[in-house]
């Protein structure tokens, strides 16, 4: 049974990120992971807070592997930021519950590039309107969707709220992003490469 004693095998150290190399991470990329708690949490303080909580999460816990650094940071601060503000998320649950959601393009979380893509734009947004008109469900049901690619199940789990609940929210903000967002940013480089 070759198989069962290769599991075994100790992890190579190698292909862990160090201490260091965490601290660097969280570091460099403290504006972008910083956003995506804010948008979450709606609360400068608290995504700090979140940032700053998931960096010492990941250096107490066992090491990331060095290539999947960036997603492990975005995963923990995400992770970070739902906890401080799992009250207001679960608020919401009742208001979708009810909700159908008819766009089955919805439910596809798209390739790589329009996912990086939708990301971005929420992440460049105007953060009072995005506030504004998204509730804290579903600002982050499109958080978790967009930065690390989870699926609508895995947002029941990790929101603790129901499928229905997450399958409205969802509807309500990707119908946000693409019909009152995405479209006039289209037009805008469309005009601009037609000059």
């Known amino acids: 049974m070759s198989w069962f004693h290769s599991s075994t095998a100790p992890v190579d150290a190698r292909n862990h990120a160090s201490p260091a190399e965490v601290l660097a991470c969280f570091h460099d990329q403290r504006n972008v992971l910083g956003r995506l708690a804010f948008l979450i949490t709606g609360d400068h303080a608290t995504a700090d807070q979140a940032v700053v909580q998931a960096c010492e999460i990941t250096l107490q ?23 401080h503000g799992t009250e207001a998320i679960r608020v919401c649950e009742a208001a979708y519950e009810d909700r159908r959601c008819p766009h089955v393009e919805h439910l596809s979380q ?86």
């Open 61 to 83: 816990g066992n090491s990331p592997f060095r290539d999947w650094l960036l997603e492990w940071a975005k995963t923990a601060t995400i992770a970070s930021a739902i906890s």
């Open 110 to 195: 798209g390739d790589d590039e329009e996912r990086a893509a939708s990301l971005d734009l929420i992440l460049g947004a105007v953060t009072q309107k995005l506030l504004t008109e998204l509730d804290p469900l579903c600002r982050t049901v499109l958080v978790l969707r967009l930065a690390i690619r989870s699926s609508i199940q895995d947002c029941a789990l990790r929101l603790n709220v129901s499928r229905a609940a997450v399958l409205g929210a969802n509807c309500h903000a990707m119908t946000w992003l693409h019909d009152g967002h995405a479209k006039p940013m289209e037009e805008n480089r469309d005009a601009s490469h037609a000059v």
